[in-house]
């Protein structure tokens, strides 16, 4: 019970999961070279006798006891922002454990179906939180084809879904993609991918289970490789949690670890119930990176001698802009706050989904900016090892130079960080999760236009247009 430490994660990791990745068997997660970085993070989350980050890090339960804040249910507009100030100092391993408060948020419409229900997601809320350890998001089906629900697919395991029922249990069989640390977890922790119906009683699921249960496999997948020179790799080489495709072969599930088995009619309330708090995480990580971005493409017309060019400075004042307008979306969240029955308050869901479809669908053209400055340099630039070559270091210094204000080798730190930011490992992740995590670009309209005011909205028109009465069409 209580806070742990980081010797206390790396041992607990050694329980025999199975682990799989670049088609190799990883017997001990904690040696791959592969996990060197994520696992490294992950541990560095409980270091908790560091004055600068514990108050931080932790809160104090309701029972009196300090836990980890990932665990803490939001109750005021403060206990908002110290979620975003743990986020900036926490590794994605932990951040994802928020699928476990997310749940515990809904327990009470869950027991309107199911008192039981309700009763595990508590029992293994308070068991995470009270022992430290981390949780995945795993929600993403297969899904095959896309156009059929999951009783119609050719494979019903396409979808998760239960196999049988027992009276201690269930037996589950599926696979859940994309599940971003899910090797260096405690607990696999299923949700519904979306909403089912009637008929789809098998596939309205939801359970969290020790990662080393027999019959789950994960296949890993990273965006970089292992021993990156940080120079070359600035980001990948101290960012690198590699995502699990997660097997699940006739996996038993114990009844007390049971949140859904067979209500549809509450497979939509648990998916739905992460979306918000996966969409403010993403918001949170745009603002950080869209300043970043501003601070990169600064410091590389600089050192180029171009940052006075008209050009340059209009690409500069849209990434400007584009910091500014996620800047302040993220800010109208959190000060425009809601609560629920239950008593949470959670983010504006309309600002926190306008800010995260504004900042997805305009990411790519702050990318173009940059590599319009930056120029094919950002790809050919010469590595570490190159500077390092007496046979090739001097003439390289040379022609690399630009003015005396500035060191070579600062300007090449600038454009492997461009690089590594937007043209490769870390970069090509980025590109795709900053469009997919919580959701695609639809989500974010669905969600924006299910919580606007259009009624408000079509109150106000229709008293500008002189118009009375109620007999109009809702757009």
């Not at 008929?199 to 994960?218: A, H, Q, R, V, Y």
């Not at 120079?231 to 007390?256: C, Q, R, T």
């Not at 302040?328 to 926190?352: C, F, H, Q, W």
Request: charged fraction near 25%; glycine fraction near 8%; hydrophobic fraction near 40%.
């Amino acid at each position: 019970m209580g806070l742990k430490n980081p010797e206390w994660y790396r041992e607990s990791l050694r329980d025999g999961r199975k682990l799989y990745i670049a088609g190799e068997s990883i017997p001990d997660v904690t040696k791959s070279e592969w996990f060197t970085v994520a696992v490294k993070n992950a541990a560095e989350d409980y270091v908790y006798d560091d004055p600068a980050t514990r108050d931080i890090r932790t809160y104090v339960t309701e029972e009196g006891e300090l836990a980890h804040r990932v665990f803490k249910i939001p109750e005021s507009e403060d206990d908002l922002h110290k979620r975003i100030a743990m986020g900036e100092i926490t590794s994605i391993t932990t951040g994802v454990s928020a699928v476990l408060m997310a749940l515990y948020n809904i327990k009470d419409k869950v027991a309107k179906v199911n008192g039981q229900y309700a009763e595990n997601i508590e029992r293994v809320y308070k068991y995470c939180r009270d022992n430290d350890m981390r949780a995945d998001q795993c929600i993403t089906d297969a899904k095959g084809d896309r156009s059929r629900h999951p009783a119609q697919q050719d494979d019903p395991d396409l979808y998760m879904r239960i196999v049988d029922r027992q009276k201690d249990g269930i037996y589950v069989r599926g696979a859940k993609l994309h599940i971003t640390a899910a090797s260096l977890v405690h607990e696999q922790t299923v949700m519904p991918t979306k909403a089912m119906g009637p008929g789809e009683e098998d596939w309205s699921l939801s359970f969290s289970i020790p990662t080393n249960t027999p019959g789950i496999k994960i296949v890993n997948r990273a965006y970089a490789h292992p021993n990156l020179s940080e120079m070359d790799y600035p980001l990948s080489a101290n960012h690198n949690a590699p995502e699990g495709f997660v097997i699940f072969e006739d996996v038993f599930v114990p009844w007390d670890r049971v949140f859904l088995a067979g209500e549809p009619q509450l497979a939509g309330t648990l998916a739905q119930s992460l979306g918000l708090w996966e969409r403010i995480g993403g918001l949170i990580a745009m603002c950080n990176r869209s300043k970043l971005m501003v601070g990169a493409a600064q410091m590389l017309t600089k050192y180029n001698g171009i940052n006075k060019a008209g050009h340059i400075q209009e690409k500069i004042s849209d990434l400007v802009n584009y910091a500014e307008m996620l800047r302040m979306a993220l800010e109208s969240a959190i000060r425009n706050y809601k609560t629920t029955e239950t008593g949470m308050v959670y983010p504006d869901p309309v600002a926190t989904n306008v800010g995260k479809f504004y900042g997805a669908s305009n990411f790519h053209a702050m990318i173009r900016h940059l590599h319009d400055m930056s120029g094919g340099l950002v790809v050919t630039m010469p590595t570490e090892a190159d500077l390092a070559n007496e046979e090739i270091a001097k003439p390289l210094q040379k022609y690399l130079h630009t003015s005396n204000d500035h060191k070579v080798d600062d300007r090449v730190r600038m454009y492997n960080l461009i690089r590594d930011f937007s043209a490769d490992s870390y970069g090509g992740w980025e590109l795709v999760t900053t469009l997919a995590a919580g959701g695609g670009l639809a989500a974010q309209r669905i969600m924006t236009m299910r919580e606007y005011d259009l009624e408000g909205a079509e109150k106000v028109a229709l008293a500008a247009a002189g118009i009375t009465g109620n007999g109009h069409a809702r757009v």
